[in-house]
T-cell receptor, first 113, second 112 residues
Framework: GAVVSQHPSRVICKSGTSVKIECRSL??????MFWYRQFPKQSLMLMATSNEGSKATYEQGVEKDKFLINHASLTLSTLTVTSAHPEDSSFYIC?????????FGPGTRLTVL | AQSVSQHNHHVILSEAASLELGCNYSYGGTVNLFWYVQYPGQHLQLLLKYFSGDPLVKGIKGFEAEFIKSKFSFNLRKPSVQWSDTAEYFCAVRGTGNQFYFGTGTSLTVIP
Protein backbone atom coordinates (compact mmCIF):
# COMPACT_ATOMS: atom_id res chain seq x y z
CA GLY A 1 0.00 0.00 0.00
CA ALA A 2 0.86 3.66 -0.18
CA VAL A 3 3.12 5.28 2.38
CA VAL A 4 2.08 8.23 4.48
CA SER A 5 4.44 9.96 6.85
CA GLN A 6 3.83 12.34 9.72
CA HIS A 7 6.21 14.75 11.34
CA PRO A 8 6.91 15.08 14.15
CA SER A 9 6.11 11.72 15.69
CA ARG A 10 6.09 13.20 19.15
CA VAL A 11 5.95 16.77 20.41
CA ILE A 12 5.79 18.35 23.84
CA CYS A 13 4.89 22.01 24.13
CA LYS A 14 3.90 24.60 26.67
CA SER A 15 0.33 25.73 27.08
CA GLY A 16 -0.48 28.65 24.81
CA THR A 17 1.95 27.79 22.03
CA SER A 18 1.07 26.56 18.56
CA VAL A 19 2.15 23.25 17.08
CA LYS A 20 2.25 22.26 13.42
CA ILE A 21 1.95 18.64 12.32
CA GLU A 22 2.80 17.64 8.76
CA CYS A 23 1.26 14.78 6.84
CA ARG A 24 2.91 13.66 3.62
CA SER A 25 1.78 11.20 0.99
CA LEU A 26 5.07 9.79 -0.26
CA UNK A 27 4.13 7.80 -3.35
CA UNK A 28 0.83 9.06 -4.66
CA UNK A 29 -0.98 12.34 -5.05
CA UNK A 30 -3.79 12.68 -2.57
CA UNK A 31 -6.46 15.23 -3.33
CA UNK A 32 -8.07 14.35 -0.03
CA MET A 33 -6.50 13.79 3.35
CA PHE A 34 -8.23 13.20 6.65
CA TRP A 35 -7.25 14.24 10.15
CA TYR A 36 -8.24 12.16 13.14
CA ARG A 37 -7.80 12.33 16.86
CA GLN A 38 -7.45 9.18 18.91
CA PHE A 39 -7.87 9.10 22.66
CA PRO A 40 -6.30 6.32 24.71
CA LYS A 41 -8.09 3.00 24.24
CA GLN A 42 -10.69 4.70 22.05
CA SER A 43 -11.51 4.92 18.39
CA LEU A 44 -10.49 7.47 15.84
CA MET A 45 -12.55 10.60 15.81
CA LEU A 46 -12.69 12.30 12.43
CA MET A 47 -11.76 15.95 12.86
CA ALA A 48 -11.74 17.25 9.32
CA THR A 49 -11.46 16.46 5.67
CA SER A 50 -8.66 18.28 3.92
CA ASN A 51 -9.04 18.90 0.18
CA GLU A 52 -6.15 20.17 -1.89
CA GLY A 53 -6.63 23.76 -2.92
CA SER A 54 -9.77 24.38 -0.92
CA LYS A 55 -10.89 24.93 2.64
CA ALA A 56 -11.07 21.98 4.96
CA THR A 57 -14.42 20.55 6.00
CA TYR A 58 -14.65 20.24 9.76
CA GLU A 59 -16.78 17.78 11.67
CA GLN A 60 -19.34 19.07 14.11
CA GLY A 61 -17.79 20.18 17.37
CA VAL A 62 -14.29 20.70 15.97
CA GLU A 63 -13.12 24.31 16.22
CA LYS A 64 -11.76 25.37 12.84
CA ASP A 65 -9.96 28.37 14.32
CA LYS A 66 -8.15 26.17 16.78
CA PHE A 67 -7.25 23.35 14.42
CA LEU A 68 -6.00 25.03 11.26
CA ILE A 69 -5.66 22.76 8.27
CA ASN A 70 -3.78 23.61 5.10
CA HIS A 71 -3.56 21.33 2.07
CA ALA A 72 -1.37 23.35 -0.23
CA SER A 73 -0.14 20.50 -2.42
CA LEU A 74 -1.22 17.03 -3.48
CA THR A 75 1.31 15.45 -1.15
CA LEU A 76 1.21 17.64 1.94
CA SER A 77 -1.41 18.60 4.48
CA THR A 78 -0.66 20.36 7.74
CA LEU A 79 -2.59 20.59 10.98
CA THR A 80 -1.76 23.47 13.30
CA VAL A 81 -3.03 23.33 16.84
CA THR A 82 -3.20 26.97 17.86
CA SER A 83 -2.88 28.15 21.45
CA ALA A 84 -2.63 24.58 22.65
CA HIS A 85 -3.96 23.61 26.06
CA PRO A 86 -3.52 20.43 28.10
CA GLU A 87 -6.91 19.13 26.93
CA ASP A 88 -5.53 19.15 23.37
CA SER A 89 -3.04 16.47 24.35
CA SER A 90 -3.82 13.49 22.18
CA PHE A 91 -2.70 11.27 19.34
CA TYR A 92 -3.31 12.88 15.97
CA ILE A 93 -3.45 10.69 12.89
CA CYS A 94 -3.69 11.67 9.25
CA UNK A 95 -4.60 9.59 6.26
CA UNK A 96 -4.35 10.02 2.51
CA UNK A 97 -7.27 8.93 0.38
CA UNK A 98 -7.06 7.61 -3.17
CA UNK A 99 -10.82 7.40 -3.85
CA UNK A 100 -10.98 3.80 -2.71
CA UNK A 101 -9.21 3.47 0.58
CA UNK A 102 -7.24 5.40 3.14
CA UNK A 103 -3.59 5.01 3.96
CA PHE A 104 -2.73 6.05 7.46
CA GLY A 105 0.23 7.86 8.84
CA PRO A 106 1.96 6.63 11.99
CA GLY A 107 0.46 9.40 14.12
CA THR A 108 1.77 12.28 16.20
CA ARG A 109 1.67 12.23 19.99
CA LEU A 110 1.04 15.76 21.27
CA THR A 111 1.56 16.54 24.93
CA VAL A 112 0.71 20.02 26.16
CA LEU A 113 2.13 20.94 29.54
CA ALA B 1 -24.86 10.87 9.64
CA GLN B 2 -23.54 7.37 9.49
CA SER B 3 -22.48 5.64 12.66
CA VAL B 4 -20.77 2.40 13.48
CA SER B 5 -21.03 0.30 16.61
CA GLN B 6 -18.80 -2.50 17.74
CA HIS B 7 -20.25 -4.58 20.52
CA ASN B 8 -17.16 -6.33 21.75
CA HIS B 9 -14.79 -3.98 23.50
CA HIS B 10 -12.26 -6.51 24.67
CA VAL B 11 -11.96 -10.10 23.56
CA ILE B 12 -9.56 -12.67 24.95
CA LEU B 13 -9.02 -15.93 23.08
CA SER B 14 -6.65 -18.83 23.16
CA GLU B 15 -4.63 -19.62 20.06
CA ALA B 16 -6.53 -21.67 17.47
CA ALA B 17 -9.89 -20.44 18.73
CA SER B 18 -12.33 -18.96 16.25
CA LEU B 19 -12.99 -15.24 16.19
CA GLU B 20 -16.03 -13.20 15.34
CA LEU B 21 -16.16 -9.46 15.99
CA GLY B 22 -19.45 -7.68 15.58
CA CYS B 23 -19.97 -4.49 13.60
CA ASN B 24 -23.25 -2.75 12.88
CA TYR B 25 -23.77 0.46 10.99
CA SER B 26 -26.61 2.86 10.61
CA TYR B 27 -27.25 4.04 7.10
CA GLY B 28 -29.94 3.12 4.66
CA GLY B 29 -28.18 3.79 1.41
CA THR B 30 -25.21 2.34 -0.39
CA VAL B 31 -22.31 1.78 1.97
CA ASN B 32 -18.66 0.99 1.75
CA LEU B 33 -17.44 -0.94 4.76
CA PHE B 34 -13.96 -1.53 6.08
CA TRP B 35 -12.08 -3.37 8.80
CA TYR B 36 -8.78 -1.96 9.97
CA VAL B 37 -6.23 -3.41 12.35
CA GLN B 38 -3.79 -1.58 14.58
CA TYR B 39 -0.99 -3.73 15.94
CA PRO B 40 0.73 -2.50 19.11
CA GLY B 41 2.87 0.50 18.32
CA GLN B 42 1.95 0.52 14.64
CA HIS B 43 -0.36 2.54 12.44
CA LEU B 44 -3.70 1.45 11.11
CA GLN B 45 -3.72 -1.05 8.28
CA LEU B 46 -6.55 -2.18 6.04
CA LEU B 47 -7.67 -5.77 6.63
CA LEU B 48 -10.49 -5.90 4.10
CA LYS B 49 -13.20 -3.83 2.48
CA TYR B 50 -16.61 -4.23 0.92
CA PHE B 51 -17.87 -2.06 -1.90
CA SER B 52 -20.29 -4.27 -3.81
CA GLY B 53 -20.77 -7.78 -5.17
CA ASP B 54 -20.10 -10.92 -3.14
CA PRO B 55 -21.09 -10.12 0.44
CA LEU B 56 -18.42 -12.46 1.78
CA VAL B 57 -15.17 -10.58 1.60
CA LYS B 58 -11.78 -12.13 2.15
CA GLY B 59 -8.92 -10.04 3.44
CA ILE B 60 -5.33 -10.43 4.47
CA LYS B 61 -4.00 -12.85 7.08
CA GLY B 62 -6.95 -15.22 6.84
CA PHE B 63 -9.60 -12.71 7.88
CA GLU B 64 -13.00 -12.49 6.24
CA ALA B 65 -16.15 -10.48 6.78
CA GLU B 66 -19.74 -10.91 5.71
CA PHE B 67 -21.98 -8.04 4.71
CA ILE B 68 -25.57 -8.74 5.70
CA LYS B 69 -27.64 -5.87 4.43
CA SER B 70 -30.83 -6.87 6.23
CA LYS B 71 -29.00 -6.79 9.55
CA PHE B 72 -26.85 -3.74 8.79
CA SER B 73 -23.90 -5.84 9.86
CA PHE B 74 -20.35 -6.47 8.69
CA ASN B 75 -18.87 -8.94 11.15
CA LEU B 76 -15.22 -9.91 11.02
CA ARG B 77 -14.24 -13.56 11.30
CA LYS B 78 -11.19 -15.75 11.45
CA PRO B 79 -11.42 -19.52 11.93
CA SER B 80 -8.21 -19.92 13.93
CA VAL B 81 -6.47 -16.99 15.61
CA GLN B 82 -2.78 -16.71 16.32
CA TRP B 83 -0.86 -14.86 19.00
CA SER B 84 0.24 -12.39 16.32
CA ASP B 85 -3.40 -11.36 15.81
CA THR B 86 -3.30 -9.50 19.13
CA ALA B 87 -4.28 -5.96 18.14
CA GLU B 88 -7.04 -3.37 18.03
CA TYR B 89 -9.66 -3.91 15.35
CA PHE B 90 -11.76 -1.09 13.97
CA CYS B 91 -14.80 -1.26 11.74
CA ALA B 92 -15.46 1.77 9.55
CA VAL B 93 -18.10 2.98 7.12
CA ARG B 94 -17.61 5.45 4.33
CA GLY B 95 -20.33 8.00 4.16
CA THR B 96 -21.45 10.67 1.79
CA GLY B 97 -18.69 13.13 1.05
CA ASN B 98 -16.17 10.30 1.42
CA GLN B 99 -15.74 10.75 5.15
CA PHE B 100 -14.95 7.63 7.12
CA TYR B 101 -16.57 6.92 10.47
CA PHE B 102 -15.03 4.44 12.85
CA GLY B 103 -16.45 2.21 15.52
CA THR B 104 -15.06 2.30 19.04
CA GLY B 105 -12.76 -0.60 18.34
CA THR B 106 -12.25 -4.06 19.77
CA SER B 107 -9.12 -5.02 21.61
CA LEU B 108 -8.20 -8.63 20.86
CA THR B 109 -5.76 -10.49 23.06
CA VAL B 110 -4.69 -13.95 21.96
CA ILE B 111 -3.14 -16.11 24.62
CA PRO B 112 -0.47 -18.53 23.40
Amino acid sequence: GAVVSQHPSRVICKSGTSVKIECRSLDFQATTMFWYRQFPKQSLMLMATSNEGSKATYEQGVEKDKFLINHASLTLSTLTVTSAHPEDSSFYICSAYDSYEQFFGPGTRLTVL
Amino acid sequence: AQSVSQHNHHVILSEAASLELGCNYSYGGTVNLFWYVQYPGQHLQLLLKYFSGDPLVKGIKGFEAEFIKSKFSFNLRKPSVQWSDTAEYFCAVRGTGNQFYFGTGTSLTVIP
